[in-house]
Structure formats: structure tokens, C-alpha cells
């Protein structure tokens, strides 16, 4: 399993940005998918993820109604679409891939972590 983000970058507060994460050894539908960040001095923070199992998003509160998980199964391609920027938004941002159709976050606790990481882009947001 290979997972490699883009489209991090530096952008002001209330801007948008789109970032990908191009995969290979595995299928979306066999896989749970999903997006951490890490903020400066802090711990990993699960973002978003989906489960092919049962249809279920998830995003943090902090997230929720700005942040949108996507996919296209016929590229192998998964995105986060990132709107209404905070400041508080910065960080690292990882793609991640779980070995079973139901992720982890919102489900079986806050130590949960998946099994496959991308190497992360930045995300900073400026005010």
C-alpha cells in the first residue's frame, strides 16, 4: 500500500484549499480511508474517514461543514476539500488507509489509528 499527498500550501484564513492523495495496493471499496493532521507541538488528530462497510463519514467537530472527504475509485485518487480555513487548521495532513471496511474514528475510541500513512503535506493558514 502506497499513499502520497499534494496540494498543501500556504493560504489565508477563509480560503480554501484541496489536497490528494494519489494510492496503489488496494481497493476503496475493500478499505476504510481517511485524513489526520498533526498541529505544531501537538498529537495526530483524526480529521475525516469513510466506511465502504456501511456507507459512514466521519468528521471531527472541528471539521464538520467545512471539510469534505471524497474519492474517485477509477484513479485511485482521494481528496479533502478544505473551506472556510482557520488559522487553527494548520498542520501536517496524512492520508490513511485501514485494513478493514469500517474506520476507526468515532467508533472504537481516541487511540484508534489505521494501519497505512502517507508521508503528509503541510497546511498552513495564515490570519
Known sequence: ?????SGGGLVQAGGSLRLSCATSGFTFDDYAI????????QGREGVSCFSPGDGYTFYANSVRGRFTISSDNAKNLMFLQMNSLKVEDT??????????????????GDNWLPDYWGQGTQVSVSS
Open 1 to 5: 500500500v502506497q499513499l502520497v499527498e
Open 34 to 41: 481517511g485524513w489526520f493532521r498533526q498541529a505544531p507541538g
Open 91 to 108: 498542520g501536517v495532513y496524512y492520508c490513511t488507509a485501514t485494513r478493514t471496511r469500517f474506520c476507526g474514528m468515532g467508533r472504537y
